[in-house]
């Protein structure tokens, strides 16, 4: 019942900027480690940027500078302002997060579907 859904993907020429949204919603007792990832066609998934419960970030070395995960808690949403885009940016990006649902005693991985990026002119 847990759902995360991706929102703010879509067409940007290069040097400019997006931000994505992901909101967790369902009945969710905490939220730990989130993250984005991107796959392009014919490539692997890859970790883009991660965040903590704690706050801490790390970034993938192909967007250091240029984009900033971050979260908001009392919106159970996690952002990705994504500045300075390069066509090699476009992919699906994916949500990400460690969520434990109200009622268990675990914690779980859950993915959101996806929303396109493209960089072009």
């Known amino acids: 019942q847990v759902q995360l859904v991706e929102s703010g993907g879509g067409l940007v020429q290069p040097g400019g900027s997006l931000r994505l949204s992901c909101v967790a919603s369902g009945s969710i007792f905490s939220i730990g480690a989130m993250g984005w990832y991107r796959q392009a066609p014919g490539k692997q998934r890859e970790l883009v940027a991660h965040?903590?419960?704690?706050?801490?970030?790390t970034y993938a070395d192909s967007v250091k500078g240029r984009f900033t995960i971050s979260r908001d808690n009392a919106k159970s949403t996690v952002y990705l302002q994504m500045n300075s885009l390069k066509p090699e940016d476009t992919a699906v990006y994916y949500c990400?997060?460690?969520?434990?649902?109200?009622?268990?005693?675990?914690?779980?991985?859950?993915w959101g579907q996806g929303t396109q990026v493209t960089v072009s002119s």
């Open positions: 965040i903590t419960s704690g706050g801490s970030t």
């Open positions: 990400n997060a460690v969520i434990q649902p109200a009622l268990t005693s675990a914690a779980y991985d859950y």
